[in-house]
């Protein structure tokens, strides 16, 4: 989140006598919106008594007499809607009662909390109210208030619904929280039951105690509209103000990147003006807003991953389409990518130049030229003669490159062929071939492909840059990527793997190797078929919204190029991370082994992925035969 963004801040109210005037209050305080009871907290009230069928009922032999619902009280449940304007009632978000019971053992209250939710949810429809805020989940038996909350779901009603969940329910350790204790689970059960459905979305209420960081990272993949912050935990400092705890006080900034809203909550109406100071509670927003101001500024990576973040990508083609002159110019911003390039060019050159008086270099992929310009620097600084060919098979980028070699005057050494290097019949072999045909998987843009065909016009001693590259999969938790690709309501969108700069997501374990691929690859008949098997160990509880796919690339020796986050270049933003979806979510307990299948298929004229899971709950495989997505050859 950076900086400039506006932060979403609302003041939560227990009992307003006044609504007009605490929402005037709210907005001199600077509150973005007001969460308040859509009815009286203490207006504890009964929709209805169940009594005894009449006497005659009892001695008939007809079938049982169903009890009379008699009507308890008549007058009106809340304040009139004609207080607001519908403008005003747009600011407000809508408490449900909390005190109903809808998943109580005790049918009539049960049954009568039912009535109560469902005349609350009717007035709030009719209010056309920004938000409801649900009763606060109290523990993992809530299947009958996910019945009821589900049916005002797919009633139709516009309605966005938060679900305030308490961060901590008990003082029990965090190595002893089972599925009853874990607030966590109480949420995945309610949004399982409620089909995953997009209008709601939980609101994490912070606690006194925090849970363990291990713990909390489970709510990195969530849909976290909202945070609540009960006035009791500010503490006060020196000066007077309020602030949080250093715990407390991180917790709330890390969340800031995901552009949650915050929530004070303050209690009673009336009783800040009642201390005189009508600025009371805006010092507990103006301390959220100073926390956000204090946040590092953006550096010149996440200024340009910003409008990426959780944005699906569809892989680029390159083999099949011809790439863009904006898609090259943003690869050419890479501060680091062509440095470490021509570093390792530089190390080649210096490592040959001993033995022979000048190289045969060929950049494979020429583009427009970076990787030429790197290479005649490399060998520049190495103070060596080098014979360059750029080999590039887009006949848009052959043009940029002829005028640069007019403009630049590069002269006889170095060649533009305009051909794909899979055809293309070289006047001589090479001594160092370098590319950058590498996608955000490694293989995905059949680098193991082109290189192979281009192994015809390289001498048996060459050098690649790279020389070997390996593609890591990990499982990932992600409401957010999932629900991105369930809006296209098609099976196809979850068999295609997706470049995305994850953001909303957690990663359940350690990235692991997958696929590896070396060059020059001399192997008689050699075969880009993979098969791999991964197992992971989940830490804590989450649901499995699919995988996620990094790659770490030698270019020469110990200079490296890579996005798994272990060994990550820092600066580069060539490439994102691939998403592999799965096609529903899986929950995986704490200590289960999550057990990964994927495949690479080589056709004869197309490349595609299958990929499945093996357990805890096995999933059908996905993308078979590369009927969804495939790369064409």
């Given at each position: 989140m950076s900086n400039s963004q506006h932060l979403y801040c609302g003041l939560m109210v227990d009992c307003v006598p006044d609504l007009l005037a605490e929402l005037t209050f709210a907005r001199q305080s600077g509150f973005d919106f007001l969460v308040t009871p859509l009815a009286h907290p203490r207006y504890k009230r009964a929709l209805y008594q169940i009594e005894a069928p009449p006497s005659s009922a009892k001695n008939?032999?007809?079938?049982?007499?169903?009890?009379?619902?008699?009507?308890?009280?008549?007058?009106?449940?809340?304040?009139?809607?004609?207080?607001?304007?519908?403008?005003?009632?747009?600011t407000i978000v809508g408490m449900v009662s909390n005190w109903i019971e809808l998943d109580s053992p005790v049918p009539a209250i049960r049954r009568n909390s039912e009535l109560v939710y469902k005349q609350e949810m009717?007035?709030?429809?009719?209010?056309?109210?920004?938000?409801?805020?649900?009763?606060?989940?109290?523990?993992?038996?809530?299947?009958?208030?996910?019945?009821?909350?589900?049916?005002?779901?797919?009633?139709?009603?516009?309605l966005h619904f938060w679900l305030?969940?308490?961060?901590?329910?008990?003082?029990?350790?965090?190595?002893?929280?089972?599925?009853?204790?874990?607030?966590?689970?109480?949420?995945?059960?309610?949004?399982?039951?409620?089909?995953?459905?997009?209008?709601?979305?939980?609101?994490?209420?912070?606690?006194?105690?925090?849970?363990?960081?291990?713990?909390?990272?489970?709510?990195?993949?969530?849909?976290?509209?909202?945070?609540?912050?009960?006035?009791?935990?500010?503490?006060?400092?020196?000066?007077?103000?309020?602030?949080?705890?250093?715990?407390?006080?991180?917790?709330?900034?890390?969340?800031f990147k995901f552009n949650v809203e915050f929530v004070i909550r303050g209690g009673n109406s009336g009783q800040w003006e009642n201390d005189g100071n009508s600025n009371n509670m805006s010092q507990y927003k103006d301390y959220i807003h100073w926390l956000q101001r204090r946040a590092p500024q953006p550096t010149e990576q996440e200024s340009f991953e910003q409008p990426y973040l959780d944005y699906l990508q569809v892989p680029l083609q390159p083999l099949m389409d011809n790439l863009e002159s904006q898609t090259y110019e943003v690869f050419e911003r890479d501060p680091i990518k062509y440095?470490?390039?021509?570093?390792?060019?530089?190390?080649?050159?210096?490592?040959?130049?001993?033995?022979?008086?000048?190289?045969?270099?060929?950049?494979?992929?020429?583009?427009?030229?970076?990787?030429?310009?790197?290479?005649?620097?490399?060998?520049?600084?190495?103070?060596?003669?080098?014979?360059?060919?750029?080999?590039?098979?887009?006949?848009?980028?052959?043009?940029?490159?002829?005028?640069?070699?007019?403009?630049?005057?590069?002269?006889?050494?170095?060649?533009?062929?305009?051909?794909?290097?899979?055809?293309?019949?070289?006047?001589?072999?090479?001594?160092?071939?370098?590319?950058?045909?590498?996608?955000?998987?490694?293989?995905?843009?059949?680098?193991?492909?082109?290189?192979?065909?281009?192994?015809?016009?390289?001498?048996?001693?060459?050098?690649?840059?790279?020389?070997?590259?390996?593609?890591?999969?990990?499982?990932?938790?992600?409401?957010?990527?999932?629900?991105?690709?369930?809006?296209?309501?098609?099976?196809?969108?979850?068999e295609t793997a997706y470049v995305v700069k994850v953001h909303n997501v957690h990663q359940l374990a350690e990235s692991k190797e997958c696929f590896t691929f070396k060059h020059p690859n001399w192997t008689i008949n050699f075969d880009n078929n993979r098969y791999r098997i991964l197992h992971f160990e989940a830490e804590e509880s989450s649901t499995l919204?699919?995988?996620?796919?990094?790659?770490?690339?030698?270019?020469?020796?110990?200079?490296?190029?890579?996005?798994?986050?272990?060994?990550?270049?820092?600066?580069m933003f060539s490439w994102f991370p691939l998403y592999f979806p799965f096609r529903h979510p899986v929950y995986v307990g704490k200590g289960s082994d999550i057990e990964v299948h994927m495949w690479r298929h080589v056709g004869t004229k197309k490349v595609w992925y299958e990929w499945c899971l093996g357990g805890p709950t096995p999933t059908p495989i996905h993308n078979v035969n590369g009927r969804s997505y495939w790369i064409g050859l």
């Open positions: 008939s032999a007809s079938p049982t007499v169903p009890p009379v619902v008699v009507p308890v009280r008549t007058d009106p449940f809340t304040r009139s809607d004609m207080i607001l304007s519908s403008g005003d009632w747009s009717s007035w709030a429809s009719h209010l056309s109210l920004s938000a409801v805020l649900l009763p606060i989940l109290r523990s993992y038996d809530c299947v009958n208030f996910s019945k009821c909350l589900n049916q005002t779901l797919s009633s139709g009603a516009h305030p969940i308490p961060l901590t329910s008990s003082s029990t350790d965090d190595d002893e929280v089972t599925r009853e204790d874990d607030p966590w689970e109480w949420w995945n059960r309610m949004r399982v039951l409620c089909d995953h459905n997009l209008n709601l979305s939980p609101v994490l209420e912070l606690t006194e105690n925090l849970p363990s960081h291990r713990r909390m990272l489970q709510w990195l993949g969530e849909p976290i509209k909202a945070i609540i912050i009960p006035a009791e935990l500010f503490m006060t400092n020196k000066k007077g103000f309020p602030v949080l705890s250093t715990p407390h006080r991180e917790f709330v900034q890390s969340f440095k470490n390039y021509e570093e390792a060019v530089y190390l080649a050159l210096m490592d040959r130049k001993k033995d022979v008086s000048s190289l045969v270099v060929m950049v494979l992929g020429a583009g427009r030229g970076p990787l030429v310009r790197a290479s005649l620097q490399a060998a520049k600084r190495a103070e060596f003669p080098i014979k360059l060919y750029a080999v590039e098979k887009n006949p848009n980028a052959v043009v940029t490159l002829k005028n640069m070699h007019h403009d630049l005057k590069w002269g006889e050494d170095v060649v533009i062929v305009d051909s794909d290097m899979r055809v293309w019949d070289a006047p001589e072999k090479a001594d160092i071939v370098v590319s950058e045909l590498l996608g955000s998987f490694g293989d995905n843009e059949l680098s193991p492909e082109c290189l192979d065909g281009a192994q015809k016009f390289i001498k048996e001693t060459a050098i690649s840059i790279p020389c070997e590259y390996t593609s890591y999969l990990a499982p990932i938790s992600s409401s957010k990527l999932y629900n991105e690709v369930k809006s296209f309501n098609q099976q196809s969108h979850f919204h699919g995988l996620v796919g990094y790659f770490d690339a030698t270019l020469y020796k110990d200079v490296h190029i890579s996005i798994n986050p272990a060994s990550f270049s820092v600066g």
